[in-house]
């Protein structure tokens, strides 16, 4: 919807299939429209130390059966367009990389 009206929408989220993933670039391809995965490489680790909410725990306890990374399935992205992780720079650097992915878009 905001790309259709011309808005340029970042949006994060946990896209855990690879098969969806190429679906949503496959429907966007087919109207016309932009689109850039951005994978953040970030290990389950890591997101379990900076989890706020305790999800992970909660999950790993039982209490919220199908997360993913715990007892359902994350297929790791296998070519997106922009990968960034500990060992891609500070975090103006790594900002610097989405606008300039963002700003390919827009020409």
């Known amino acids: ?10 949006i994060a989220l946990i896209c855990p299939f690879e ?3 190429r679906l949503i670039r496959t429907l ?16 389950l680790e890591e ?7 305790g999800l992970y ?7 919220l059966p199908g997360f993913t990374g715990i007892d359902s399935t994350y297929e790791v992205p296998t070519s997106p367009d ?4 500990p060992d891609s720079g ?3 650097e790594q ?3 989405v606008l300039e992915l963002l700003e390919g878009l827009l020409r």
């Open 28 to 43: 966007h391809t087919e109207a016309g429209l932009s689109y850039a995965e951005v994978f953040v490489d970030t290990s």
């Open 57 to 63: 725990a909660r999950a790993r306890s039982g209490q």
């Open 90 to 92: 500070s975090l103006p």
């Open 47 to 53: 997101c379990e130390r900076r989890d706020p909410k």
């Open 82 to 85: 922009l990968r960034l992780g």
């Open 1 to 10: 919807m905001f790309a259709e009206s011309g808005v340029l929408a970042l």
């Open 95 to 97: 900002v610097s990389r």
């Open 19 to 21: 098969e969806d993933r």
